[in-house]
């Protein structure tokens, strides 16, 4: 219930905000506003305010706002001056640019009220990089506190958690770029400066295994085991809750990642295989022998001891003034358009995997996690979200605003409109298009859900 609800709360919102974007400017505009619609098909609830009909209709996959035009009906003569056809270029692209710079204005909004209320996020504090990755590769090691990427003027950018190390990662992932991060121990010393060769990772698809690519993957997490599972796997070993792993089968273990990695890896030719493990309880050490289950996991074979493996990363809270918060909202709405950009450019020449395209039910599913997670959480899955659907009405695509933008583009240019019959081809067109990415985009989400990617 909670994630429908946070759904269509997240739909009408961002709904409403960019049709009341186009609604706004044409009222400012002088053009006659016919209807303001939430939502397609059968009308569910209406109401006349002035000479605007305000309606709620049955599908709430999107809106429109009617106004008034003489290419869609007959116009009283004392009205052609209030039709949307009849008044200047300028006006009428501002009113079409209005729905989604609406959305972007949203999100910065929203942006910096999630930065005014402040998240908990774990510390970029490293936990043990993949053997053999870039991050190994670098020099960096579990412990590790990433305070800052390092700029070009040599000035320092500071990242205050592991989402913003993450960001900045990403970001120089999809620009195939080196960067230069700012580490220091875990207790502020010893600053130095690494450089992570991003230029080859392979970034196609944009998700955790981008982090594991990377050679990242959760915060560092001190090896302590915390509740085990009567007659498990960790409790027939004699292991008990609050024993710290020093080592696995005569190697160091730092975090627990690495300890739930080789747990995980404890499997040969379909068989648990039993481990050596180092431990500290207390003032005495231990040396237990550990043989894993087993579970399948997608397709493959892994081990498990039935305990939870890891203490809780260490947290902080990000949270920003009236002023910086504004500013940071900015910056974030600025830097996820781009990406977005870049991203949709690399789909579509073949250097970014369809699979990062997403639907409702990644959205709606998204929607409740971030509402159960707290306020400011779903604040900026709503931002989020409103910068993807202002970026995505700004493609050039018929039906899109982007689209008619373009038409205004071609009049401007020539001095003359669109002619009906390339008006209709491009509108069926682009119909065709919008048909199969929101086909590809269903499809993405179902098999998500079914495990399939």
Known sequence: MTTL??????????????EYGHYRVAVACGVKVLRFSVGFGRVIWRRQLGETEFVVSMLPL??????????EGAVPTTERSRAFNNRPLWQRSAIVAAGPAANLVLAVLLYAAANWVGLEEPKAVLGAPTAGSIAERAGLAAGDWVQGSVQDDGGVEPLRSMTDLRWQLTDAALRGERIALRVTDAQGHGARTVHLALEGVDAREVDAELMRRIG?????????????VDGGPAAR???REGDR??????????????????????????????????????SERLSLAVTPTLLADGGRTIGRIEAYVGQAP??????????????????RTWEVAALSLRMLGKMLIGEASLKNLSGPLTIADYAGQSAQLGLAYYLGFLALVSVSLGVLNLLPLPMLDGGHLMYHLFEGVTGRPVSEMWLDRLQRGGLAIMLVMMS??????????LGLH
Do not use: C
């Open 5 to 18: 609800l946070a759904f269509l709360l997240t739909l009408a919102i961002l709904i409403v905000v960019h």
């Open 62 to 71: 999107g809106g429109y706002v009617k106004m008034l035009d003489e290419r």
């Open 216 to 228: 990242l993957g959760a915060p560092f997490s001190e090896p302590v085991l915390g509740k085990l």
């Open 237 to 239: 070993a004699g292991l």
């Open 245 to 282: 792993v020093l080592g696995v089968d005569g190697a160091r273990i730092d975090d627990a990642g690495r300890l739930r990695e080789t747990i995980r890896a404890a499997v040969r030719d379909g068989a648990p295989v039993p481990m050596a493990w180092d431990v500290q309880r207390g």
């Open 314 to 331: 260490e947290m902080v809270t990000v949270r920003y003034g009236a002023i910086d918060g504004l500013v940071r909202g900015a910056q």
């Open 440 to 449: 590809l985009a269903l499809y993405n989400d179902v098999a998500r859900l």
